[in-house]
């Protein structure tokens, strides 16, 4: 998906207890596998390094970049040789590029386009982190577990800090890129916004082992179970209550989600209320329907100061401006970001474009420092501060181009979908108050009826805004700014 918010590939089964001595091992024919501890620390298994191309393979020609390509790596240069290509006159294409320790370059490279200089600059968290880790707010003694895919758990960014990896019905055979990228934004040495706080892994695969007829008139969306996640929940909050009470976990990252319309629904909001019983914030893209508070992604430049707000602008897949939402989002960086790579302990990935893939960990990061320095907070504390404490920045939208009309197209389809749901959920009754609901839920503006047509029109104009651009002046906040925001606790 353009947004790099990546569906991982789950399972839900019952969770198993692990044997005494060794880590319990279920396979299934489907290569689904539930691999856990014995008392809940230590490392259960370890994954192979990715291999993403065979001996460095040499790449032909450079890819174009597309703006509104639907491939999430649009200008992928992971893992190639380059040196035979001339990319002298190539600038506008690389800048959007993505590339790691093992791309092989030309020895000759445009002006204005180095990528060790990139590859170094955006190691930093930005928006200040690093200054703070400078006055010992790093997360220390502070718990952050994450959910997503398989780890290379001997990277040498988080292997310190590493508590515990398990999986349960996880699919990967190899480390997977998300795994090693959350990880570094998270707690990563030099990459991470939390460095000194503790990590609790699991890996899972949010797929069903068997299909019924009805699963399969759903397309992809049959595979789907959402009951994985719930369990990894309740496995972490069973982990944390043997913990210390000076160490436990207070956040659990997940760089996903389980809309209502997924199988296992239910049972993952379950396991979100019995984490927050028990004080642990679960951080998903799925916050707003289960705390009511927003978020979004920020973009940035690469040749632009990780540090300073103003470097900031609309995320590279969605505009997000705080005059065009009724809820105010908490943004945080997540363009031009360099993670740890799974292909090698001490290997490094830039990624020119993120998503909220990459701004869950970072914001769990943060929450992980204010838990340091204000053990009591609550998450609804945290984010009423980290709103009140934001920046606002002034910027005049820069409009995508959209010469093959791709970007045109997703507006098209995006209210077209919003207007099936809503015909869908009205059923036989007239749609108009349902499309007036639609309308006051996004804007605040009480209606009791609205036209399709009108309705078609209002969020036609929205969601170019948002998705193209419209050239007009607008706000972008609120930008998290942790300093301020634990200065103000």
């Not at 006055?135 to 515990?164: F, M, P, S």
């Not at 993670?339 to 302990?345: D, N, Q, R």
Request: charged share 25%; glycine share 8%.
């Amino acid at each position: 998906m353009a947004c790099r918010l990546y569906a991982l590939p789950l399972l839900a089964l019952a969770l198993l207890a692990g044997c005494a001595g060794e880590s319990y091992d279920t396979d299934f024919p489907t290569g689904l596998r539930t691999r856990l501890t014995r008392d809940g620390s230590g490392i259960a298994t370890r994954l192979v390094p990715a291999s993403y191309r065979s001996g460095n393979a040499e790449l032909a020609k450079l890819p174009t970049y597309q703006v509104g390509s639907a491939d999430p790596f649009p200008m992928d240069l992971r893992s190639y040789d380059l040196r035979k290509l001339d990319l002298s006159s190539k600038l506008a294409d690389l800048r959007h590029a993505d590339f790691d320790s093992k791309t092989r370059w030309p020895r000759h490279l445009p002006s204005g386009f180095d990528p060790d200089e990139i590859m170094e600059s955006a190691k930093s968290p930005g928006l200040g982190v690093r200054a703070l880790h400078g006055q010992g707010i790093t997360g220390k003694g502070v718990g952050i577990a994450i959910i997503d895919q398989g780890l290379l758990v001997n990277h040498v960014e988080y292997r310190r800090r590493l508590k515990l990896y398990e999986e349960i019905h996880c699919l990967d055979q190899a480390a997977a890129m998300h795994g090693a990228a959350v990880a570094s934004l998270a707690v990563g040495r030099t990459v991470g916004v939390a460095p000194g706080a503790d990590l609790y892994y699991i890996a899972v695969s949010n797929r069903k082992q068997k299909l019924s007829a009805a699963d399969r008139d759903k397309g992809q969306r049959g595979w789907l179970d959402s009951v994985c996640y719930a369990k990894a929940i309740d496995r972490l909050l069973e982990i944390n209550r043997r913990l210390p009470k000076d160490r436990k976990i207070r956040v659990i990252s997940v760089s996903s989600g389980w809309p209502p319309d997924i199988s296992g629904y239910q049972e993952a909001e379950a396991a979100v209320a019995r984490a927050k019983r028990e004080g642990v914030f679960v951080l998903s893209v799925c916050l707003l329907q289960d705390y009511g508070l927003y978020y979004h992604a920020l973009g940035r430049d690469p040749a632009r100061d990780p540090d300073l707000p103003a470097s900031y602008t609309a995320c590279s897949w969605r505009k997000n401006y705080l005059d065009l939402t009724r809820t105010p989002a908490l943004l945080a960086p997540t363009d031009s970001r360099t993670t740890a790579s799974p292909t090698g302990p001490n290997d490094y990935v830039f990624y020119r474009e993120g998503g909220l893939s990459w701004t869950t960990p970072y914001l769990a990061g943060v929450y992980a420092l204010v838990c340091q320095v204000k053990p009591d907070i609550t998450p609804e504390q945290f984010w009423a501060k980290a709103l009140a404490t934001g920046d606002v920045i002034d910027v005049v939208d820069q409009p995508f181009s959209d010469p093959q009309g791709l970007l045109a197209k997703r507006v098209t389809q995006e209210v077209d979908a919003s207007v099936r749901d809503i015909r869908r959920r009205a059923g036989a009754a007239s749609p108009d108050q349902e499309f007036a609901r639609a309308y006051t839920a996004r804007t605040g503006l009480a209606r009791d009826r609205m036209a399709e047509a009108q309705y078609r029109a209002w969020l036609t104009e929205l969601t170019a805004a948002r998705t193209i651009g419209d050239g007009k002046k607008h706000k972008l906040g609120k930008i998290i700014n942790p300093a301020r925001l634990i200065k103000g606790l």
